[in-house]
């Protein structure tokens, strides 16, 4: 199965998200019941009303979330929603993906305003954030992902609207995007582009749901047979555009996927291996896919090494600047190229060595097939001073029967 979330026009933000999971069938009774255990973890906020109901945007019928609240707070630490979103995940029983996707939602959104402000993540303060409706958006989200089961499925996102024009919040006016959501896209697979629409089309909290569903980013649906169609409305109405998310889910066409990288190459005289692992550490922070180093015989019978790296198209340019300062090279060969990959999940378990919990991430391929990161059996190997071979026969067991 396949998921698209298509925010090219109308962008995303919380609530249409969530409300565009209900429309294509999220059980709406486990959502609300979820959201009215969070006032206890939320003090002087109450929960007047919630629904879901049916409205036309521009003629296309979709679900639209009514809340109505009554708060005393108008603005509150991070941490304190990042706290009632936790301790309510763990109240109402998530699932462990469904609970980690809702923390790290709201640990990206802590993250992006720290950046802004030049703050630790513990002094971040929300205003526009603070409501219970962030925490509802959140893990009404997290509800209605784990009731559909698309944390088994591949999430694909179109280049998300952000719109133009200026913003103004508790901070002042600014151009738009804002800060925060700049912040949230910057690191992410996510494209962005800009519309005629003079306002804010994508809100902080529906850019961090997005970068932490999306399994990747594509201008074009994939290859799939439609099963259903949901629409999410906003609350504002806009001249020309009908203001709605849409997803849409199916069944994959192929169990192949396409996409299209960036191919970077230069060879490389006079360097020591100490240089090329440092270049190949930095370059690969810097969002390669891979790096290639591989020994050469160039001109005079100089000996010399080859550098290939793959990476996003959108990371070339960077890569390239990186390549040139870390190097010292004159000159970068650059091409793009189709590929095709075999579709795979990173997924992170807990498991027990020898009395201790550790979390290892682990990209899976059609369930069975696994590779553990290489940085989580070393870890494991030094904290019980294990030789790394044997730790990861022990991981790959206790992985390996989990996934059964």
């Given at each position: 199965?396949?998921?698209?979330?298509?925010?090219?026009?109308?962008?995303?933000s919380?609530?249409?998200m969530l409300?565009?999971?209900v429309?294509?069938?999220?059980n709406?009774?486990k959502?609300i019941?979820?959201a009215?255990?969070?006032?206890?973890?939320?003090p002087?906020?109450?929960i007047?009303?919630i629904?879901?109901?049916?409205?036309?945007?521009?003629g296309?019928?979709a679900?639209?979330l009514t809340?109505k609240?009554?708060?005393?707070?108008h603005?509150?630490?991070?941490?304190?929603?990042?706290?009632c979103?936790?301790k309510?995940a763990?109240?109402?029983?998530?699932s462990q993906?469904a609970?980690?996707?809702?923390?790290?939602?709201?640990?990206?959104?802590?993250?992006?305003?720290a950046?802004v402000h030049?703050?630790s993540?513990?002094?971040?303060?929300?205003?526009?954030?603070?409501?219970i409706?962030t925490?509802?958006d959140?893990?009404?989200?997290?509800?209605?992902?784990d009731?559909?089961?698309?944390f088994?499925?591949?999430i694909?996102?179109t280049p998300?609207?952000?719109g133009?024009?200026?913003?103004?919040?508790?901070h002042?006016?600014v151009?738009?995007?804002?800060?925060a959501?700049?912040?949230?896209?910057k690191?992410?697979?996510?494209?962005?582009?800009?519309?005629?629409?003079?306002d804010?089309?994508?809100?902080?909290?529906g850019a961090?749901?997005l970068?932490n569903?999306?399994?990747?980013?594509?201008?074009f649906?994939?290859?799939?047979?439609?099963?259903?169609?949901g629409y999410g409305?906003?609350?504002?109405d806009?001249?020309g555009?009908?203001?709605?998310?849409?997803i849409?889910r199916g069944d994959?066409?192929?169990?192949l996927?396409s996409?299209?990288?960036g191919?970077?190459e230069?060879n490389?005289?006079?360097?020591?291996g100490?240089?090329l692992?440092?270049?190949?550490?930095k370059?690969?922070?810097?969002?390669?896919k891979d790096?290639?180093?591989?020994?050469?015989v160039?001109?005079?019978?100089r000996?010399?090494h080859?550098m290939?790296v793959?990476c996003?198209?959108?990371?070339?340019d960077?890569i390239t600047?990186?390549?040139f300062?870390?190097?010292?090279?004159?000159?970068?060969?650059i091409?793009f190229?189709?590929?095709?990959?075999?579709p795979?999940?990173?997924?992170?378990?807990?498991?027990?060595i020898?009395g201790?919990?550790?979390k290892?991430?682990?990209?899976?391929?059609?369930?069975?097939q696994?590779?553990v990161?290489y940085?989580?059996?070393?870890?494991?190997?030094?904290?019980?001073?294990?030789?790394f071979?044997?730790?990861?026969?022990?991981i790959?067991?206790?992985?390996?029967?989990?996934?059964?």
């Amino acid at each position: 199965m396949v998921l698209v979330i298509d925010s090219q026009i109308a962008g995303i933000s919380g609530d249409m998200m969530l409300s565009s999971l209900v429309h294509i069938g999220a059980n709406k009774s486990k959502i609300i019941d979820g959201a009215y255990s969070a006032q206890d973890f939320l003090p002087g906020s109450k929960i007047k009303k919630i629904s879901f109901g049916n409205v036309y945007k521009h003629g296309i019928h979709a679900t639209r979330l009514t809340l109505k609240l009554d708060e005393v707070h108008h603005e509150r630490k991070g941490t304190e929603i990042a706290g009632c979103i936790a301790k309510t995940a763990r109240k109402i029983g998530l699932s462990q993906r469904a609970q980690e996707f809702a923390e790290n939602t709201i640990q990206t959104l802590i993250g992006a305003e720290a950046k802004v402000h030049g703050i630790s993540k513990n002094s971040v303060h929300f205003h526009e954030a603070s409501s219970i409706d962030t925490v509802i958006d959140i893990i009404g989200c997290a509800i209605a992902l784990d009731d559909l089961k698309c944390f088994d499925q591949e999430i694909v996102a179109t280049p998300v609207a952000v719109g133009s024009g200026t913003v103004t919040f508790s901070h002042g006016t600014v151009s738009n995007p804002a800060g925060a959501i700049l912040e949230i896209f910057k690191k992410s697979k996510i494209l962005v582009q800009g519309s005629s629409i003079t306002d804010e089309l994508t809100t902080p909290t529906g850019a961090s749901i997005l970068v932490n569903l999306a399994d990747r980013c594509s201008e074009f649906y994939p290859q799939m047979k439609i099963s259903s169609i949901g629409y999410g409305a906003g609350q504002k109405d806009f001249d020309g555009i009908s203001n709605v998310l849409k997803i849409v889910r199916g069944d994959a066409f192929d169990r192949l996927k396409s996409d299209r990288v960036g191919i970077l190459e230069t060879n490389l005289d006079d360097v020591s291996g100490e240089l090329l692992a440092h270049s190949i550490d930095k370059i690969m922070s810097a969002g390669a896919k891979d790096v290639t180093v591989i020994p050469a015989v160039t001109k005079k019978g100089r000996p010399s090494h080859v550098m290939s790296v793959i990476c996003d198209p959108s990371h070339v340019d960077r890569i390239t600047d990186l390549i040139f300062s870390e190097t010292g090279t004159l000159g970068v060969r650059i091409r793009f190229s189709d590929r095709i990959t075999v579709p795979r999940k990173l997924l992170t378990l807990k498991i027990m060595i020898r009395g201790k919990e550790f979390k290892v991430r682990c990209k899976i391929r059609e369930q069975k097939q696994f590779k553990v990161e290489y940085d989580d059996i070393k870890t494991v190997s030094d904290r019980l001073n294990l030789p790394f071979k044997d730790a990861e026969g022990m991981i790959k067991t206790q992985v390996g029967r989990q996934l059964k």
